[in-house]
Nanobody
């Protein structure tokens, strides 16, 4: 089994910054793509940022230039640095990881439990 544990959410004023972390542990042979999603109240979950194992990144247009996704493969951890936060960034943020299981040698996507980010105006 694999577990993803997120941290770093909280309450911040508009224009402020937060850094989210998501650490994977368990029966991990390798991790392919790692992603950050978010879900605001009454809205569908949306993909915010993706990073491949090699470090290639992609972002939803609304966060380009403000958010930065990065990862530490040695620590099986993905980060999301969020700057210039806006009230519309308020949501529960989830990490996801495509993990190759060391026991089964099969890959599947695992999810974190979510962390709340609230941006006040």
């Amino acid at each position: 089994q694999v577990q993803l544990v997120e941290s770093g959410g909280g309450l911040v004023q508009a224009g402020g910054s937060l850094r989210l972390s998501c650490a994977a542990s368990g029966s991990i042979f390798s991790i392919y793509d790692m992603d950050w999603y978010r879900q605001a109240p009454g809205k569908q979950r949306e993909l915010v940022a993706t990073i491949t194992r090699g470090g290639k990144t992609n972002y939803v247009d609304s966060v380009k230039g403000r958010f930065t996704i990065s990862r530490d493969n040695a620590k099986n951890t993905v980060y999301l640095q969020m700057n210039s936060l806006k009230p519309e960034d308020t949501a529960v943020y989830y990490c996801a990881a495509d993990v190759l299981d060391s026991g089964t040698y099969r890959s599947r996507v695992y999810w974190g439990q979510g962390t709340q980010v609230t941006v006040s105006s």
